[in-house]
């Protein structure tokens, strides 16, 4: 057992615990809250919290930006007018892995989503322009869409965590599983992960009988999959590769076929959809190759004199910005989850509530705590059959983080405002008005699919 307890605690006496303040208020509690709290200390490594609470935070990825280029396998974005047969190729491909019912989906849902502040899980935020769909439903829509032209079902395994998983399942049942067939939704929870006090590594009360946590990040993924026995589903299923992406981003082509087709074609066991970026000072992860490798480096560990130079064509030496849109092997996920011992966590400063020694909670302003959280992309150097395709990001990347500015709703409307504006225009459409328009995943995904509403399956 992880963090045993030495002695029984009794009514009146709390437990022996190298953290003891951890039991201040437990005159106060409940027996049911006593036990509560003691199964939940028990249940953390506190050796591991300890050691990560000391971790340097990962000061080679300076070094690392320093040897690393841009990755090698690489499709531009332009294919599609460069070469459209290959183009056709891949999309062909990709339809053709679909119809074989070898695709699964897997959508990231478990974020707090502290930034934007709104008090249910970000994938119920009403972001439709005109019809204010959720997040969760202009999703589900494209997965059904993309499911109704391949004429088979696509699973969609939905990562939840304690702090969204009751009301995503609730949200699903209540909509209908928009239109998507109950048997193919599987819903799994992500693990948890204590929050300490920055300078003494002691865990924090959320409540005076819990100890504060928050979902374990975005690479917790493998490890929950695991638990849930999804790779066994996966494997009855048929299911060869596993198309993932993250609630925030509606305009993410989910289970986009060239995509697919690309990745079969390359043989690779990763892929990872890139914008180009062109503002050094943007704030946004780099897909970069090391030692053969792909790997993302965060733009906080890229050096600005790294981040600023430039290439023989003038455009950035380090552009390719990872938009957090994956299409991996099952088999691949499976070996990482099982032989590589799961992913690192990565050690962050944030503002974190805790009941104070007076049983108050404090709700600081600035950074107190450390969150320990997996990252998804740190998968990616266990390979060395890794592709990237460059997509334009005006298409497919506009993802709803903050309450206000950059990215915050007005910012993904208007977006996505403009975006099907755009279709509408190059089909004819002439009116200069900027009049509130949305175009749903049922009538069209794409713009070639607007404009040729009869881009077949290939089946
Ligand atoms: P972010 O890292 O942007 O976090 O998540 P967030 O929770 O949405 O927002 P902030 O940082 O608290 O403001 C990117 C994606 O990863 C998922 C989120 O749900 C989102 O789809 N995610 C993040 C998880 O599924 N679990 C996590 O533990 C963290």
Excluded at 203 to 226: I, N, Q, Y
Excluded at 365 to 385: G, H, M, Q, V
Excluded at 400 to 412: A, Y
Aim: with cysteine; hydrophobic share 40%; net charge negative.
């Amino acid at each position: 057992m992880p963090g045993t307890l030495p002695h029984t605690p009794t009514a009146d006496l709390p437990p022996d615990s190298p953290q003891p303040h951890l039991f201040r208020f437990w005159s106060s509690l409940s027996d049911d809250e006593k036990r509560a709290l003691v199964a939940q200390v028990e249940s953390i490594n506190l050796n591991e919290i300890g050691t990560l609470w000391q971790s340097a935070p990962a000061e080679s990825d300076a070094a690392l930006a320093d040897k690393a280029s841009a990755p090698s396998s690489l499709i531009p974005a332009t294919i599609r007018t460069d070469d459209p047969q290959r183009f056709a190729q891949a999309e062909a491909t990709g339809w053709q892995a679909l119809a074989e019912g070898r695709v699964g989906a897997i959508l990231v849902a478990g974020g707090e989503g502290t930034r934007l502040g709104f008090p249910h899980p970000k994938g119920q935020y009403p972001i439709g322009p005109v019809s204010k769909k959720s997040l969760f439903q202009w999703l589900a829509e494209q997965l059904l869409a993309v499911s109704q032209r391949a004429g088979v079902p696509i699973p969609y395994y939905i990562m939840t965590s304690d702090a969204t998983h009751e009301e995503t399942v609730a949200f699903f049942r209540e909509h209908h599983y928009f239109g998507l067939n109950a048997d193919h939704v599987r819903f799994f929870r992500q693990g948890n992960m204590p929050a300490v006090d920055q300078k003494s590594g002691h865990l924090l009360l959320g409540e005076k009988h819990r100890v504060a946590v928050s979902p374990d990040g975005h690479g917790g993924l493998l490890a929950a999959f695991d638990r849930a026995g999804l790779f066994d589903d996966v494997l009855q299923r048929g299911v060869e590769y596993l198309f993932y992406h993250q609630v925030d981003n509606p305009l993410a082509r989910v289970c986009d076929p060239a995509f697919i087709g690309f990745h079969r074609l390359h043989n690779a066991e990763v892929s990872t959809k890139i914008v180009a970026k062109e503002d050094p000072a943007e704030k946004v992860g780099l897909l970069v190759e090391v030692d053969g490798r792909h790997r993302i480096i965060e733009y906080i560990d890229v050096p600005p004199h790294i981040a600023q130079q430039t290439d023989q064509s003038g455009k950035l030496r380090l552009r390719c910005g990872n938009i957090a849109v994956h299409l991996f092997n099952a088999t691949f996920l499976q070996r990482v989850a099982r032989e590589n011992g799961g992913l690192p966590y990565h050690r962050s400063s944030k503002p974190v509530p805790y009941v104070d020694e007076s049983g108050t909670l404090a709700q600081p302003t600035s950074s107190n705590a450390f969150k320990f959280e997996k990252f998804i992309f740190d998968i990616l150097p266990a390979t060395e059959r890794a592709l990237a395709m460059e997509i334009v990001r005006d298409d497919e990347f506009v993802p709803l983080k903050n309450r206000e500015g950059q990215f915050s709703p007005d910012h993904v409307r208007s977006a996505m405002r403009q975006l099907h504006t755009r279709w509408l225009r190059n089909a004819g459409w002439t009116t200069e008005q900027e009049l509130p328009v949305e175009i749903p995943p049922a009538a069209a995904l794409c713009e070639a699919d607007f404009l040729n509403p009869r881009v077949p399956p290939a089946r």
